[in-house]
């Protein structure tokens, strides 16, 4: 079958490019391999269509990580998926498709179900999944820390990873929303995250991307105020499009970067930001939705009104943050970390979806072969929403 991702020879050529020069579509080849074998609780999934997320910019640049170190982890937390372990890895974290076939123990799922998948890997005997899936310690991002994920012909989930499809929704949509919508729904609505109240301010970094485009959509079901923040003209008509109540172009207007050229923290820039905030209105920030890491962290702390909270799942920037720590404890403020969502939060996100109460935003939808250039575009920051790939 083909499939996209790596082999150890390609990985090679990509590590031996400067970190700096490296760009996505220079770590990434077709592949032709064998469609994977089951295991009793799998799944063989043909997917219609796929979407990029950044984990795949992530593994093509080997970056922080390269994806055998992710999937060999994966394996010593799940010695069962040994099989994972190959000499090539085969990217892709969301699909929408059907089933081809189940291993003998799967129960509720049959050939030809239209399904979509849920990127969460967890052994389901780990008695923490009644609570919190995403605390199991043998908990993995499908097609990012495994192997088989979605942009391929044919891929292999296990079958605790399947939602069923939503009949009012198209096949590109329903490949397009799973991982980032959900990841949104956690970090914003789920008692796991920051649990936002109606009446609340949120100010959303990134707010055009595959997590912001939701963030805004789930704060206005909320009824939650918004602020947006972008670096384009389009990015910011696209936020308004979609609800926010305040929008900030940081490419025009005295907000960030917020770290000086030696990568230090540039407090008089933080304090620039919170007037300008203020100027617009947003004198009190309950809630910052952070994944952009040590570029904003400090001053998403600072931005926040006493007693707000920072809710993080991403560090794109860089994660080894400063923040100064005076601003956390004086004003009693908390830094919830977060990770996609179990599979209750990831249903909920669905059911939000299914109605129309969130309607995915569609940069484009491409055949699988653009899958390099589109990558790189996104590691650019040249695009929005979700990018969608047909098979
Ligand atoms: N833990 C999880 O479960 C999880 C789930 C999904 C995603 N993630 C991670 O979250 C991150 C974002 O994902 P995404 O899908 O939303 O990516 P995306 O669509 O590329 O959007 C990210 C946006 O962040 C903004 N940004 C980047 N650098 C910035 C900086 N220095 N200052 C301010 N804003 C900056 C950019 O928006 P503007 O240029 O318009 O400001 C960019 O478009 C990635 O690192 C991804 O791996 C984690």
Same mark, same amino acid.
């Given at each position: 079958m083909w499939a996209y991702g790596v082999d150890k020879e390609k990985l090679k050529e990509i590590q031996s490019v400067r970190l700096e020069d490296r760009i996505p579509s220079l770590g990434i080849k077709k592949l032709d391999v064998p469609i994977p074998t089951l295991k009793p609780d799998e799944v063989l999934i043909k997917p219609k269509y796929s979407a990029l997320n950044f984990n795949s910019l992530w593994s093509s640049v080997g970056y922080p990580v390269t994806p055998f170190q992710l999937i060999s982890g994966h394996v010593s937390r799940n010695p069962a998926d040994k099989d994972h372990l190959l000499d090539y890895a085969i990217f892709g974290s969301d699909c929408s498709g059907?089933? @081809?076939? &189940?291993?003998? !123990? =799967?129960? +509720?799922?049959?050939?030809?179900?239209? @399904?979509? &998948?849920?990127? !969460? =890997?967890? +052994?389901s005997l780990d008695p923490i999944i009644e609570n919190d899936s995403m605390k199991s310690?043998?908990?993995?991002?499908?097609?990012?820390?495994?192997?088989?994920?979605?942009?391929?012909?044919?891929?292999?989930?296990?079958?605790?990873?399947?939602?069923?499809?939503?009949?009012?929704?198209?096949?590109?949509?329903?490949?397009s929303y799973c991982l980032t919508h959900s990841t949104a729904y956690r970090m914003l609505i789920s008692d796991n995250g920051a649990n936002l109240k109606a009446g609340e301010t949120c100010l959303i970094w990134g707010a055009a991307g595959g997590l912001g485009t939701f963030a805004i959509q789930l704060c206005k079901l909320a009824g939650v105020r918004c602020v947006a923040v972008v670096s384009s003209e389009e990015k910011a008509k696209i936020c308004k499009e979609l609800g926010a109540d305040i929008v900030i172009d940081r490419s025009k207007s005295a907000f960030g970067p917020f770290r000086d050229n030696t990568g230090k923290q540039d407090k008089l820039a933080w304090a620039k930001g919170k007037k300008l905030l203020a100027s617009l209105g947003v004198k009190n920030i309950d809630v910052v939705f952070e994944h952009v890491g040590a570029a904003t962290l400090g001053a998403s702390i600072y931005f926040l009104k006493k007693g707000g909270r920072v809710v993080i799942c991403a560090a794109s920037s860089g994660y080894d943050a400063e923040?100064?720590?005076?601003?956390?404890?004086?004003?009693?403020?908390?830094?919830?970390?977060?990770?996609?969502?179990?599979?209750?939060?990831?249903?909920?996100?669905?059911?939000?979806v299914a109605p129309g109460q969130v309607v995915p935003k569609i940069y484009g939808i491409y055949e699988i072969s653009k899958l390099g250039q589109l990558m790189d575009e996104m590691f650019?920051?040249?695009?929005?929403?979700?990018?969608?790939?047909r098979h």
């Open positions: 059907t089933i @081809v076939n &189940v291993g003998t !123990n =799967v129960q +509720n799922w049959s050939i030809n179900d239209e @399904v979509v &998948v849920h990127c !969460n =890997v967890i +052994n310690a043998t908990q993995s991002i499908w097609g990012y820390e495994t192997n088989f994920g979605a942009f391929a012909e044919y891929c292999k989930v296990k079958a605790g990873q399947l939602l069923p499809k939503p009949v009012s929704v198209d096949w590109p949509h329903a490949a923040v100064d720590l005076r601003y956390l404890w004086m004003e009693v403020k908390t830094v919830i970390g977060s990770h996609f969502a179990n599979y209750s939060e990831a249903q909920n996100a669905s059911n939000l650019l920051g040249k695009t929005f929403g979700k990018i969608v790939f």
